[in-house]
């Protein structure tokens, strides 16, 4: 009996770090679909915005719907916001919608970058919108490739990590 | 975002205006908001409001309102609905037209290209100009815009200063003209008589000030028998329009361009009658201005009406035959009075 029930906490002892481990390497690949995802949506809203001349609210939203995800969700919120009127421009309202109060902005590279973009969008003709896209594109494709490199780099460590110390506390435990 | 004011017209305006310019529109007495011609905002300097008895300063809590540098950037934020890049001709042309046709006069620094302005930067003024439609304040003219018989629509040109009516006048020709005789409207339930005479309006709205188009339907009531090109070139439109929708009738605001002349010959060369706008005080005015002059030597136009104030703002001074020089009308009127107008659309 005993030893059933160790046995049973050893299991549910690894098991539960490997899960944890897991988590941590899927968040590295998460952060690097989720800014694909951004890349999408900003070249998306590249073509609304010089070819089609979308107001920048719908242009937003679709620009949501072409990629979908956390961006679909961001960028409904902020054309919300934006067509509400009361809230500001396009910065503020992009700004709540990713939730980031003044003193977070420049966290995370990603939201620094689209903040910079929210700042200059729907302010200029579609030339220099175009160019203020494809920095921040830029700034997002740097930005994915040190994902890239930390998801390649970690994934495989987090993984492994998570069995390896649920193990060793098993070991000690016992 | 607004509140409510039972003004189906200013709550057309309310979106596009900062949040203390509306708050001191709202605390205007109620005539004066009721007989709002223009609200007009100047960077650093106070706004102001242009009613038909004259200009006043809007007030908030007592203190006029200064268009600040936050509220003049909110103010052109929802006038261009932060896309500035969707009006880059509009920008250059000088204008936005919102929702209801209201029409927002921008001015600032010219960004040329050449000659051609290519767009504008650093807006200073702003002038949003309260469209209005008056039902019925065509009638008192009706019966110059057709030949003696009755039969023949005329090419009829309707001269006045800026503000004083021209457009109100020609969307009411043009609602009059589709509708035909005795029906009451074509917006929602079918016309009263669909046989009854009425006559195909094109309407070349380059300005879109005329139907107010919004996603492809007009804001104003026009009539069974409208069809609007929307945004186009005068001189195109007209052409489009001829050779597309075969008009009896085609309308179309502010003429005076180069290649409007043209198009006005050829339209009457296709039988069809022509009813425009132009900014001159009267004939003798228009003559001086080139592209006119070349559409009245060759026949353009057979009829001018001729706006003013001299009984008030809406006031015909003359209406002319412009073959022979005879005033047609003895002298001026007022195109409505008080309840003649049938009121506001909506």
């Known amino acids: 009996m005993t030893v059933a029930l160790r046995l049973a906490g050893a299991v549910l002892t690894v098991g539960a770090s490997g899960l944890l481990g897991l988590m941590v390497a899927e968040s590295y690949r998460a952060r690097e679909r989720e800014l694909a995802a951004w890349i999408t949506a900003l070249t998306s809203l590249q073509t609304e915005i010089s070819f089609g001349h979308t107001r920048l609210g719908q242009a937003m939203r679709r620009a949501g719907s072409a990629s979908g995800g956390t961006p679909a969700r961001i960028l409904a919120r902020a054309a919300e916001l934006l067509e509400q009127g009361d809230s500001g421009g396009a910065g503020e309202c992009l700004a709540a919608a990713l939730g980031l109060g003044r003193a977070e902005r420049g966290r995370r590279d990603e939201a620094d970058a689209l903040l910079a973009l929210g700042q200059r969008l729907g302010a200029s003709d579609a030339a220099d919108q175009a160019r203020h896209i494809g920095l921040a594109v830029g700034r997002l494709e740097g930005c994915r490739a040190r994902a890239a490199d930390a998801a390649s780099r970690d994934c495989r460590v987090w993984s492994s990590i998570g069995f390896l110390l649920g193990g060793m506390i098993t070991i000690a435990l016992l | ?346």
Not at chain 2, 80 to 95: D, H, P
Request: neutral net charge.
């Open chain 2, 1 to 346: 975002m607004s509140a409510k004011v039972r003004d189906p017209v200013l709550d057309e305006i309310f979106p596009a205006l900062p949040p203390r310019v509306r708050e001191a529109v709202l605390a205007l007495p109620s005539a004066d908001r009721q007989s709002l011609l223009e609200i007009r905002l100047r960077r650093g300097r106070a706004a102001m409001a242009v009613t038909a008895e004259g200009d006043l300063y809007l007030r908030c809590a007592g203190q006029p309102v200064i268009c600040t540098e936050n509220e003049w950037e909110a103010a052109v934020r929802l006038v261009t609905q932060s896309s500035i890049y969707a009006l880059e001709r509009e920008l250059a042309a000088g204008f936005v037209t919102l929702a209801g046709g209201h029409r927002v006069g921008l001015v600032g620094r010219a960004v040329l290209e050449g000659e051609r302005v290519r767009g504008q930067s650093e807006l200073s003024s702003m002038n949003y100009r309260i469209a209005r439609q008056m039902i019925g304040i065509a009638d008192r003219v009706m019966p110059y815009v057709f030949s003696a018989d009755g039969t023949r629509v005329m090419n009829v040109l309707i001269l006045s200063g800026p503000g004083l009516g021209k457009t109100t006048l020609l969307r009411d020709i043009a609602r009059q003209l589709s509708t035909g005789s005795g029906a009451e409207s074509s917006m929602g339930a079918a016309p009263a008589a669909a046989s009854m005479a009425g006559f195909k309006v094109g309407i070349v709205d380059e300005r879109s000030e005329i139907a107010a188009c919004s996603q492809g339907v007009p804001q104003n009531e026009l009539g069974p028998r409208a069809d609007v090109i929307d945004g186009c070139p005068k001189a195109v439109g007209i052409m489009i329009m001829i050779r597309t929708m075969s008009p009896d009738v085609v309308i179309t605001d502010e003429v005076g361009r180069a290649d409007d002349a043209d198009a006005l010959e050829e339209a009457s060369r296709c039988g069809v009658s022509v009813i425009a706008t132009a900014h001159a005080l009267d004939p003798e005015d228009a003559m001086r201005r080139p592209a006119i002059r070349d559409a009245l030597a060759r026949g353009a136009f057979d009829r001018a009406i001729v706006l003013g104030r001299s009984l008030g703002l809406g006031t015909c001074e003359r209406i002319v035959d412009l073959r022979s020089g005879r005033d047609l009308a003895a002298r001026p009127f007022r195109l409505a009075s008080g309840g003649e107008t049938g009121g506001v659309r909506r």
